[in-house]
């Protein structure tokens, strides 16, 4: 067999969130240790101009929202109001989409769905029992708007496409993660922004580092994931340290968490909106302070790390 970005860094990282090997003949079905369910692109039931799994969604919205339940009818004018947000991002730009978008997420945004047509929120995902979510990934997902794009993996919750994922080749020196950075960043949020409407982080790796960034971030900003060991945050070496990251990282338990409580938006000195997530020091510092708050612990502490690392933040 001769390896490529195909069979050997996508299709690995396949195999570490879904149990699935593609690289046989007749791929595993999954296994049930693994939370993503693997679907290859053509088994999911939308076509190239869509970026959502529209029957997925639906069924969350009926399954989470006991009034759509009674009335699923309503479960089509939640869509409609998503699909508006996705067809609105070439005129409010893709950080004020997603920012809107964000809102529905969290299930900040509400309809008259109520009796007497009382608002009730709106829940596209259950963040209390996550079994209640369905997890998809897919790979080589084709879509269009400007022109046809198709990034190596896709991940999905509720039939929303949360996480967008760039592989390249691990056996050609001159490559690394940052040539996949640079086509989910420069390349794909520009051609099918409305992939990234919905999104929570995009990630790269050429199976040596890995490497995540938010929404128009610049590959600077992009950071990596580090695994929590106890008492040190180390980097070990080798593809097999990636594969703990990404099972890490890309874990619905800490994605959704990323998603409700590490995410925010900002404006910048030259008063452009910006999308802002955690770095993995910010996110394991602010989870100790909690813990330590929750638990009564003695109340002061230090968090010490380099000047610009966020700290304050």
Known sequence: MVFNELNSVEHFIINQLSGVNLNEETPSELLKEYKWEYKSSNQLNRSNKDALIESELIDSLIRLNPEINQNPNFADEVIYKLRAILISVNQSGLVSANEEFHKWLRGDKSMPFGENNSHVPVNLIDFDDLSNNTYIIT?????????????????????????????????????????????????????????????????????????????????????????????????????????????????????????????????????????????????????????????????????????GSGKSL
């Open 139 to 307: 790979n080589q997902f084709k879509i269009r708007q400007q022109e046809t794009k198709i990034p190596d993996i896709v991940m999905f919750i509720n039939g929303m496409p949360l996480v967008v994922g760039e592989a390249k080749t691990p056996v050609r020196s001159s490559v690394s993660w940052l040539d996949g950075a640079h086509e989910v960043h420069d390349i794909y949020e520009n051609a099918v922004p409305q992939l990234f409407v919905p999104n929570i982080l995009s990630f790269a790796t050429e199976g040596k580092e890995l490497f995540y960034g938010s929404i128009r971030a610049p590959l600077e900003h992009w950071a990596p994931w580090r695994i929590d060991s106890g008492d040190n945050i180390v980097k070990k070496l080798g593809l097999s340290s990636i594969g703990e990251e990404l099972v890490d990282l890309l874990s619905p338990e800490r994605l959704l968490d990323i998603l409700k409580n590490f995410s925010l938006f900002t404006t910048n000195k030259k008063r452009q909106r910006i999308k802002i997530i955690c770095r993995f020091q910010q996110y394991e510092g602010a989870n100790k302070i909690v813990d330590r708050v929750t638990k009564g612990d003695v109340k002061k502490g230090l968090i010490w790390h380099f000047q």
